[in-house]
């Protein structure tokens, strides 16, 4: 019988892939690559490059001791192609395959590389999600608005998580009443486990500081799990240290801890080492056993078997343009603040210093810190979009572009988002302590040493009346902005404006 390939991509390290379950051991080889094309093709964070080379080589060793054939292309092997389906060609070549099987990826760039390939690619369906592409369309037919919470609920009753019988457990599927709580004052999670790099990793880290040096973004200290063992260590770590107050402070932001009582699995879920339904099983044993609250247990859940399952099925639904998707028809440049430039704005330089040391921040911190103000700012949403997929290393566009395309910058015209996510200084101050060692002074509406978001909210508010007056979740901002007097309002929006315009001149705002 004829040979084939089977091609393992860097996000695709799981064991049950569909590639790897319809193919045969005995006759197929697996091709895995580190290419310069998708390493650079916006510039990831050194540590997500690393992240992900490292993984690709552990899995491919993990592979070889089960009995699989891997041609690997290393990235510093003279013969790489320099691109999948490059690697793809150079492999057919060398053993004489005439057929690839591939598991879909999780872009849509990607998956047209291999339709267009001039090889015979079968495509597979991702099974490690919980909704396929069909059950997604299915719910999502007929439906005026395709919200969220009503999609959670099917997968609870499809998945049975925390379920008694056809009723959510203790009467109601959502505890958020419960939840965002402002910044505690201490933190008793010592947050994620950190890993010291093994030989694989240590190899992986001096290639890619030689190789992406001009990537933004810290490569050491390095210590993600990138291996499947470790990815359960991580998660077992959240679940007995973490999980119990991950609801209460899930929306808190401090200067001084970076992770709160976040579980740090997004890395291992999005590249393959977990799966959704294991992490979710993990947590809701916690929660029968009594080790954690509902409210936790619950927040938790809904954040994977509805959010991260909600967004994958939106981005594949909407089709290839999403990305490109500019609602409200912001243009400005992204400021140099995004990679590092200084800022008197705490939140931001704060949240910015983060992501470069760690390519990492956490939801709220994405949302309502550097999201927040991009909107607000009017800049260009393609542009924030390549930024948060560049800067994190659990960013892949089948998550992050309606994460940021369309939860923060509204650019998908509120299929995922029902208003758009934006907030004064007020509620940065009250979920976090950034506004006490700001240059700014979050009380202040006006005048030398305003808070910029207070200015800006109303400044975005105002230019964007048209399209928002008549959303229902709005018109008490509009009202509270038209009972000010017309003196001050003026004030506001001229005073937006010059920051604005020294914020695009470059000047340290
Ligand atoms: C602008 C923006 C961009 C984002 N980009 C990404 C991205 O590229 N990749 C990514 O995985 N998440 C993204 N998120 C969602 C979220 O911020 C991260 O999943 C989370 O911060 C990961 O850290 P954690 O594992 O500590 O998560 P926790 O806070 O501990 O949450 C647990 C898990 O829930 C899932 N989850 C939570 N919220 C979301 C969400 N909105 N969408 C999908 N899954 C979610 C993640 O798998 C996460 O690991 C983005 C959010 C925003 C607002
Ligand atoms: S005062 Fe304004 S700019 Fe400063 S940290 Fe608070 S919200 Fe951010």
């Given at each position: 019988?004829?040979?084939?390939?089977v091609?393992?991509l860097g996000d695709?390290?799981s064991?049950?892939l569909?590639a790897?379950?319809?193919a045969?051991k005995?006759?197929?080889t697996?091709?895995?690559?580190e290419?310069?094309?998708?390493?650079?093709?916006?510039?990831h964070?050194p540590?997500?490059i690393a992240?992900?080379?490292?993984?690709?080589?552990?899995?491919?060793?993990f592979?070889?001791q089960?009995?699989?054939?891997?041609a690997?292309?290393?990235l510093?092997d003279p013969?790489?192609a320099?691109?999948?389906?490059?690697?793809?060609?150079?492999?057919?070549?060398q053993?004489?395959?005439?057929?690839?099987?591939?598991?879909?990826?999780?872009?849509?760039?990607?998956i047209?590389?291999?339709?267009e390939?001039?090889?015979?690619?079968t495509i597979?369906?991702?099974d490690r999600?919980?909704?396929?592409?069909?059950?997604?369309?299915?719910?999502?037919?007929?439906?005026k608005q395709?919200r969220m919470?009503y999609?959670?609920r099917?997968m609870?009753?499809?998945t049975?998580?925390?379920?008694?019988?056809?009723?959510?457990?203790?009467?109601?599927?959502?505890f958020?009443?419960?939840?965002?709580?402002?910044a505690?004052?201490?933190?008793t999670?010592?947050?994620?486990?950190?890993?010291d790099?093994?030989?694989?990793?240590?190899?992986?880290?001096?290639?890619v500081?030689?190789?992406f040096?001009?990537h933004?973004g810290?490569?050491r200290p390095?210590?993600?799990?990138?291996?499947r063992?470790q990815a359960?260590e991580?998660?077992?770590?959240?679940?007995?240290?973490?999980?119990a107050?991950?609801?209460?402070?899930?929306?808190?932001m401090?200067n001084?801890?970076?992770?709160?009582?976040h579980?740090l699995?997004?890395?291992?879920?999005?590249?393959?080492l977990?799966t959704?339904?294991?992490v979710?099983?993990?947590?809701e044993d916690?929660?029968?056993e009594?080790?954690?609250?509902?409210?936790?247990?619950e927040?938790?859940?809904r954040?994977?078997?509805?959010w991260?399952?909600?967004?994958?099925?939106?981005?594949?639904l909407?089709?290839?343009?999403?990305?490109?998707?500019n609602?409200?028809g912001?243009s400005r440049?992204?400021?140099?603040?995004?990679?590092?430039?200084?800022?008197?704005?705490?939140c931001l330089?704060?949240?910015?210093a983060?992501?470069?040391e760690?390519a990492?921040?956490h939801?709220?911190?994405?949302?309502?810190?550097?999201?927040n103000?991009?909107?607000l700012?009017g800049i260009?949403?393609?542009?924030?979009?390549e930024?948060?997929?560049?800067v994190y290393a659990?960013?892949?566009e089948?998550?992050e572009a309606?994460n940021?395309?369309g939860?923060?910058?509204?650019?998908?015209?509120?299929i995922?988002?029902?208003?758009?996510?934006?907030s004064s200084?007020?509620y940065i101050?009250?979920?976090s302590?950034?506004?006490?060692?700001c240059?700014?002074?979050?009380?202040?509406k006006?005048g030398?040493?305003a808070c910029?978001?207070?200015?800006?909210y109303?400044?975005f508010?105002?230019r964007?009346?048209d399209?928002?007056?008549?959303?229902p979740?709005?018109?008490?901002?509009?009202?509270?902005?038209d009972?000010?007097?017309e003196?001050?309002?003026?004030?506001v929006?001229s005073?937006?404006?010059?920051?604005?315009t020294r914020?695009?001149a470059?000047?340290?705002?």
């Open positions: 019988m004829v040979s084939r390939l091609l393992v695709q390290l064991a049950g569909s790897l379950q319809q045969d005995a006759r197929d697996v091709v895995m690559a290419v310069a094309d998708e390493a650079s093709y916006v510039k964070h540590k997500k992240l992900i080379f490292a993984a690709m080589r552990q899995f491919a060793t592979l070889e089960e009995g699989w054939q891997v690997y292309g290393q510093d013969e790489n320099g691109s999948i389906v490059g690697e793809l060609l150079r492999r057919a070549e053993t004489g395959a005439a057929e690839v099987l591939a598991t879909e990826p999780g872009e849509w760039r990607l047209s590389a291999l339709k390939a001039p090889l015979k690619v597979l369906q991702d999600f919980i909704a396929s592409h069909q059950a997604f369309e299915t719910w999502a037919e007929g439906r395709l919470e999609f959670y099917d609870r009753r499809k049975g998580l925390l379920m008694e019988g056809d009723q959510p457990v203790e009467g109601k599927w959502n958020d009443h419960d939840n965002r709580k402002p505690p004052d201490e933190v999670f010592e947050g994620p486990l950190r890993f790099p093994d030989e694989t990793v240590a190899e992986v880290l001096d290639l500081e030689a190789r040096e001009a933004f810290d490569l390095f210590w993600f799990a990138t291996t063992a359960l991580q998660l077992a770590h959240f679940v007995t240290h973490g999980l107050r991950f609801g209460d402070y899930q929306d808190a401090l001084e801890n970076r992770f709160l009582y579980a699995v997004s890395t291992s879920l999005n590249i393959g977990l959704p339904l294991e979710c099983e993990a947590v916690a929660y029968k009594g080790r954690a609250p509902i409210n936790a247990v927040g938790f859940i954040q994977i078997i509805g991260r399952e909600y967004v994958r099925g939106i981005y594949f909407e089709g290839p343009d999403y990305s490109s998707r609602g409200l912001h440049a992204l400021p140099a603040l995004y990679w590092g430039a200084e800022t008197r704005m705490n330089s704060k949240a910015v983060q992501t470069k760690e990492y921040a939801h709220i911190q994405r949302l309502m810190v550097t999201g103000f991009g909107l700012a260009d949403p393609h542009q924030v979009h930024w948060y997929l560049a659990d960013a892949f089948w998550v309606p940021t395309v939860m923060s910058q509204f650019a998908d015209g509120g995922i988002a029902s208003k758009p996510y934006v200084g007020a101050n009250r979920m302590d950034y506004c006490k060692s240059a700014y002074k979050v009380a202040q006006t030398e040493g910029p978001f207070n200015l800006l109303w400044h508010l105002d964007h009346r399209r928002f007056e008549g959303n979740r709005m018109g008490n901002m509009y009202r509270t902005w009972r000010m007097d003196a001050k309002r003026q004030t929006l005073e937006a404006e010059e920051f604005l914020l695009e470059g000047e340290a705002v």
